[in-house]
């Protein structure tokens, strides 16, 4: 997800900054125990979101335990895991995998080439376990492929493919949650999309790579984020979560900003200092 869905650990209270790194070496521990140390390099924070909303949303409890770790040989870590820490692993490994094989696909990419080769053993245990949400990877992702060849001016359609692709992953089992998941997902993947488009304009402009929001004057780039975050904070309280609330609206309205708001303010220094448009965090009617 681009590692855009983070939490702003300022903001944090200890209780939560720790389960919230607890559930960080849990996924990271799952990865290894499922994976391999090839799993283990996809990891990313971004994962520990999607297995503490859904947590949220089926109120499951998270089981602490103490590891030892390549990365920390000398101290145990806290854990936490639970099924979802096992089903954010699994999808970390599918995105990470068929995300390099469309670096390698679309631009003959070296490293994409490397991890395709390195999972797609693991992806396919992966796909005979989650299909729908494989096949909702692959369909998104090669439209995305087709849309940014083309050169498609309309910002929404790029961003409402990835919509799609978090839609799917969002929904863990097919229930009475699922129709509100898929909403939530779907805004997600829009933000996701476009924040990561507006963070990486400068660059793709210099390049000359496909980015949406080249077409537009530098006006509407705000307004189309606030719009699309409006929609997903909406989303978001249409859940109607009681658990790790402390977590999850951290991220929401001030971590999901932090990378955009860093490209702000190197924006702002390389133009001497002079103030750009920006709000800091998202207030979005917490």
């Known amino acids: ?65 103490e590891h030892t770790c390549p990365a920390h040989p000398m101290k145990k870590q806290c854990l936490y895991t639970n099924e979802l820490t096992r089903y954010a692993a699994d999808m970390n490994v599918a995105l990470a995998m068929k995300s390099a094989q469309d670096n390698w696909n679309d631009d003959k990419n070296l490293g994409g080439l490397c991890a395709w080769r390195m999972l797609r053993g693991k992806y396919r245990a992966i796909y005979s376990k989650y299909p729908r949400q494989c096949n909702g990877i692959e369909a998104s992702l090669s439209e995305l492929s087709r849309i940014e060849r083309s050169g498609d001016p309309c910002p929404d359609a790029a961003a409402a493919a990835f919509g799609r692709l978090l839609a799917e992953l969002f929904i863990w089992q097919e229930d009475k949650v699922s129709e509100k998941l898929r909403s939530f997902g779907d805004a997600l993947g829009r933000v996701i999309y476009m924040m990561d488009a507006a963070v990486d304009l400068r660059a793709d402009l210099k390049r000359q790579r496909y980015n949406p929001l080249s077409f537009l004057p530098d006006a509407d780039r705000r307004e ?22 402390g977590i999850l609206d951290n991220i929401i309205y001030s971590g999901i900003w932090t990378k955009f708001e860093m490209s702000l303010h190197r924006e702002e220094k390389r133009r001497g200092g002079r103030s750009l448009q920006g709000s800091g965090h998202f207030s979005g009617g917490q």
């Open 224 to 245: 189309i984020l606030d719009a699309l975050m409006h929609r997903c904070a909406a989303s978001y309280r249409d859940l109607q979560l009681d658990f790790y609330r």
């Open 1 to 65: 997800m681009f590692g855009y869905v983070i939490a702003n650990p300022d903001r944090l209270s200890d209780g939560d900054r720790q389960l919230y790194q607890g559930i960080y070496c849990g996924i990271c521990h799952s990865l290894g125990t499922y994976h391999g140390l090839r799993g283990r390099i996809t990891l990313n924070y971004d994962m520990v979101f999607l297995a503490l909303l859904l947590s949220s949303v089926y109120q499951l409890p998270f089981e602490g335990t």
